[in-house]
């Protein structure tokens, strides 16, 4: 119910937006910042790179949002930015460190206390499970779970084919389906 919602404000702040009300799109800004920051996150591996990246994403947005021909498809055109954005940033910097290392596990202070509430007894364990996962796959699991978009919703803002998004779904639920049956055996 809180999604259906929270997409229903959505698209009454941008169509909002689109006509200049600041206060609207400071209010969407708001609404959307912590799920980019997220995601800009996991992509990134790294927090000032986040940032940075969210704050550029913003700027395009606010710059592109009148181009944005249906509000419901905000979420995705937003991440789709965000996804761009750290892919530039991060083929910028890879030739001066370690792709592994900047993917690394989401911290736990990136979460949410509602995450964290809903998850409690489990959530270190499949933490350690999604650390593991490759950036594509903990990127389209987390896009999926987390922010309850659609598959095409997730190949849009990834920028890639459908049937893309639902393979690494598939090797991302495989690999932590076997992580966790090793972790609850091993328990």
């Known amino acids: 119910m809180r999604r259906d919602r929270k997409r229903v404000l959505g698209e009454y702040l941008v169509s909002a937006a689109r006509t200049g009300d600041r206060a609207a799109f400071d209010q969407l800004a708001r609404l959307y910042q912590p799920e980019l920051a997220r995601h800009a996150w996991r ?19 606010v710059r592109g949002l009148g181009r944005l021909n249906d509000p419901a498809a905000f979420p995705a055109w937003a991440y789709r930015i965000v996804t761009r954005k750290c892919a530039g940033v991060i083929r910028k910097r890879q030739r ?3 792709t592994k290392a900047a993917f690394a596990a989401e911290p736990p202070d990136v979460m949410d206390g509602e995450t964290l509430a809903e998850n409690q007894a489990d959530v270190g364990v499949v933490a350690r499970a999604m650390a593991e996962l490759p950036p594509d796959q903990r990127s389209a699991l987390a896009l999926f779970h987390r922010q309850e978009m659609s598959v095409t919703e997730i190949a849009f803002a990834l920028d890639v084919p459908v049937g893309t998004v639902k393979t690494r779904l598939m090797h ?5 389906r076997y992580a966790l049956e090793i972790t609850s055996d091993g328990a």
């Open 43 to 61: 992509l990134s591996g790294d927090a000032d790179m986040a940032q940075d990246v969210l704050q550029d994403a913003w700027l395009d947005i």
């Open 96 to 98: 001066i460190r370690d």
């Open 172 to 176: 991302a639920r495989r690999k932590l």
